[in-house]
């Protein structure tokens, strides 16, 4: 569909340069606002996010199939300055950051939440929250070294970002949150429990570290330090890998 006009051509053009800066979480701090590129990644976010605009680049392919905006056509130019992908398809939407509060945050019961502590790797939280999504669980950030917009967590989700009960809060809070409402099952190379050997079947919260630092100690003080049983030699896993067994262990003990 080259050589179809667009409605913004240059990368001068302010809404442009709007889109851009969408990149940087200060500008999707103000703005509320955040950036989600990809054809499958827009079409999901439909049924979950206020849409505010559709962005769509002829020049790569055929238009988005997204019902609820006509979308504002943009030459390659505008869109490689906005794309954050090696191969873009030409579609992207600006949408209305939710609310990540936990005024809002509402697992379903019993709840299972997984709980990221000081994760600030992107590609670790979006795969954390596709994690999530396959085994019912909700996320809540803890004291987070990113947002859960910044556009790489939103590409490494595919789509899970908006399935996914969500919460992004200080540590303190949500230590409070899950004293309150969860037992507290912390992921720890030296914990005295095994995986095998916790109840999952009660409203739980999860704790996983980030990997350079790990486990906050405030969670230990509140949880179970809990071993994942390994045979080789490495002590601990990545940070998305133990979540996932946390998680698959925990919904097969719901499933029986």
Same mark, same amino acid.
């Given at each position: 569909?080259?050589? !179809?006009?667009?409605?913004?051509?240059?990368?001068?053009? !302010?809404?442009?340069?709007?889109?851009?800066?969408?990149?940087?979480?200060?500008?999707?701090?103000?703005?509320?606002?955040?950036?989600?590129?990809?054809?499958?990644?827009?079409?999901?976010?439909?049924?979950?996010?206020?849409?505010?605009?559709?962005?769509?680049?002829?020049?790569?392919?055929?238009?988005?199939?997204?019902?609820?905006?006509?979308?504002?056509?943009?030459?390659?130019?505008?869109?490689?300055?906005?794309?954050?992908?090696?191969?873009?398809?030409?579609?992207?939407?600006?949408?209305?950051?939710?609310?990540?509060?936990?005024?809002?945050?509402?697992?379903?019961?019993?709840?299972?939440?997984?709980?990221?502590?000081?994760?600030?790797?992107?590609?670790?939280?979006?795969?954390?929250?596709?994690?999530?999504?396959?085994?019912?669980?909700?996320?809540?950030?803890?004291?987070?070294?990113?947002?859960?917009?910044?556009?790489?967590?939103?590409?490494?989700? !595919?789509?899970?970002?908006?399935?996914?009960?969500?919460?992004?809060?200080?540590?303190?809070?949500?230590?409070?949150?899950?004293?309150?409402?969860?037992?507290?099952?912390?992921?720890?190379?030296?914990?005295?429990?095994?995986?095998?050997?916790?109840?999952?079947?009660?409203?739980?919260?999860?704790?996983?570290?980030?990997?350079?630092?790990?486990?906050?100690? !405030?969670?230990?003080?509140?949880?179970?330090?809990?071993?994942?049983?390994?045979?080789?030699?490495?002590?601990?896993?990545?940070?998305?890998?133990?979540?996932?067994?946390?998680?698959?262990?925990?919904?097969?003990?719901?499933?029986?």
């Amino acid at each position: 569909m080259s050589g !179809q006009p667009v409605d913004i051509e240059s990368t001068a053009n !302010q809404r442009a340069k709007n889109w851009a800066a969408l990149a940087k979480r200060g500008e999707r701090d103000s703005t509320g606002t955040f950036l989600i590129e990809g054809r499958r990644e827009a079409e999901r976010a439909i049924d979950h996010l206020v849409i505010e605009e559709v962005l769509w680049c002829p020049e790569y392919g055929d238009p988005p199939t997204l019902s609820l905006l006509a979308p504002t056509t943009v030459s390659r130019r505008v869109f490689d300055k906005i794309s954050r992908r090696q191969n873009p398809d030409g579609i992207a939407c600006v949408a209305r950051t939710p609310d990540l509060s936990l005024g809002s945050f509402a697992p379903q019961a019993p709840a299972l939440v997984l709980v990221g502590d000081g994760i600030e790797k992107p590609g670790n939280i979006g795969a954390m929250l596709r994690t999530c999504d396959a085994f019912g669980a909700a996320f809540l950030g803890s004291g987070l070294g990113t947002d859960l917009v910044n556009p790489n967590v939103v590409r490494a989700a !595919q789509g899970a970002l908006y399935s996914t009960p969500l919460a992004a809060v200080s540590r303190a809070d949500a230590i409070k949150w899950c004293v309150e409402n969860t037992t507290i099952v912390v992921a720890h190379p030296s914990g005295a429990s095994l995986l095998w050997e916790v109840d999952f079947t009660e409203p739980t919260a999860i704790v996983i570290g980030a990997e350079d630092t790990g486990i906050d100690g !405030q969670w230990l003080e509140v949880g179970t330090p809990t071993l994942i049983p390994m045979a080789g030699a490495a002590d601990s896993l990545n940070a998305s890998v133990s979540a996932g067994v946390f998680l698959s262990e925990a919904a097969r003990q719901r499933s029986s």
